[in-house]
């Protein structure tokens, strides 16, 4: 009798953590150094977490043992509200605020709270793949809309509205965006809420990385665009305050919560079936959101994450054959291979090629929902003298490799 995953989990994918990192780890147990460009955690690159962070849960540990209440401790929350007050959003209170273990947790919940079996949600492509693979548990369809590369990468309106269906509920919009590094317009997220105002639709406003902009690049909060527009908003500590292993983020509701009665009840019910999210790391939320941002010393001129964008930026278009988009904020950089010079066929087998001769691991393409093998991922955070040798590396492996 064997025990087999439940179908519900036939149709679920998520790559950033596939196969691939199983061969990784073996290669690592092998005794191989790999050099994992796979994930966005930076501390794994030398970032430490803000020391008023660490001096606050350490601070508040002796009394955080016990569970919270559902949505988050109160003065997390309070922070979470004004934060959002300052980006100019209208009209949130702190039980608009529900806290997480992580953002992954609450676009998990939000999801689950809305889609029922059959239900259409607008995903970007390429996506970060947590939102396909969730739509996918809840029974629901991600429906793709394609962010078009010679644009920037910012969304096609006119896919995105062709895909609405009378099956849709909500568009998901991650600004900036993972993979592709792009940042949106105020006119382009008009463009979005506009749909969404007229087709009655849920914007899931995934806004992890608002802080992570290079250049001029500013980030206009979805939500402060549309006080009449349901937006739920999503951030977190795991990216700009560095601290993904603490697990602490939040999402925020506004707009015209009235007409969302009972879609926030089945939110709140969720909320309370996880009990509460870990509470000590909700105790960073005031000191990270209140603090000195320091990830302005990061991504400003001369900051650390801004040269390694622009030499990984430089580095990956120096390859024949090879270009990438500059990203305006994130973590990441979304490479497109030319398929004239480099015909790949099967886009996993070429990052376990790579692995498997040059012990790196990037993440491919069509692991963010990219319909085409011819893209991969590959982060920016590790240190210039290790991107250069990284990208250097892939140059060497692409220059021989044929599928
Ligand atoms: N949203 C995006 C766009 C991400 O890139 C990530 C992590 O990489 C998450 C959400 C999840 O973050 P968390 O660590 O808060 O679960």
């Known amino acids: 009798m064997e025990f087999k995953q439940s179908s519900k989990l036939s149709g679920v994918c998520y790559e950033i953590r596939g196969p691939v990192v199983e061969r ?27 020391p008023e962070i660490l001096q606050d849960i350490i601070l508040q540990l002796p009394s955080a043992h016990g569970y919270s209440d559902s949505r988050g401790i109160l003065p997390a929350r309070r922070a979470v509200v004004q934060y959002y007050q300052s980006r100019g959003v209208e009209g949130v209170e702190v039980d608009d605020v529900y806290l997480g273990n992580g953002v992954s947790e609450l676009v998990s919940m939000a999801v689950q709270a809305l889609v029922d079996d059959g239900d259409e949600v607008l995903v970007p492509a390429p996506d970060f793949p947590l939102w396909t693979a969730v739509v996918t548990l809840a029974g629901g369809k991600a429906v793709h809309y394609v962010c078009d590369e010679s644009a920037d990468w910012y969304p096609d309106l006119d896919d995105m509205a062709a895909k609405i269906t009378d099956r849709t509920k909500a568009i998901v919009l991650i600004n900036p965006n993972n993979p592709t590094g792009a940042v949106y317009s105020h006119e382009l997220i008009e463009g979005v809420l506009d749909l969404a105002r007229r087709h009655h639709l849920i914007v899931f406003a995934d806004e992890i990385y608002d802080k992570i902009l290079y250049d001029d690049a500013v980030h206009h909060c979805a939500a402060a665009l549309a006080p009449d527009v349901l937006c739920v908003t999503f951030s977190g500590l795991s990216k700009a305050y560095r601290v993904a292993g603490f697990r602490s983020g939040w999402l925020v509701v506004s707009g015209p919560k ?53 030499r990984a930026w430089e580095l990956l278009n120096e390859i024949p054959g090879v270009t990438c988009v500059k990203p305006k904020g994130a973590l990441y950089a979304f490479p497109r291979l030319d398929p004239a010079v480099h015909p790949i066929h099967d886009d996993e087998k070429f990052v376990l090629d790579l692995l498997l001769r040059e012990k790196i691991q990037v993440v491919q393409g069509t692991g963010f929902n990219w319909p085409k093998p011819d893209h991969f991922r590959i982060l920016t955070l590790p240190a210039v003298d290790d991107l250069e040798a990284a990208i250097g590396r892939i140059a060497r492996f692409l220059e021989g490799y044929r599928q």
């Open 24 to 50: 990784a780890k073996a290669l690592e147990e092998a005794g191989h150094s790999v050099m994992r460009l796979n994930t966005g955690n930076p501390a794994l690159f030398g970032f430490e977490a803000p």
């Open 258 to 310: 009235q007409h969302a009665a009972s879609y926030l009840e089945g939110l709140t019910m969720l909320a309370s079936m996880r009990l509460c999210p870990n509470v000590p790391a909700q105790h960073a939320v005031q000191a990270a959101l209140g603090g000195k941002q320091s990830i302005n010393d990061l991504v400003l001129p001369g900051g650390r994450l801004r040269e390694q964008r622009d």
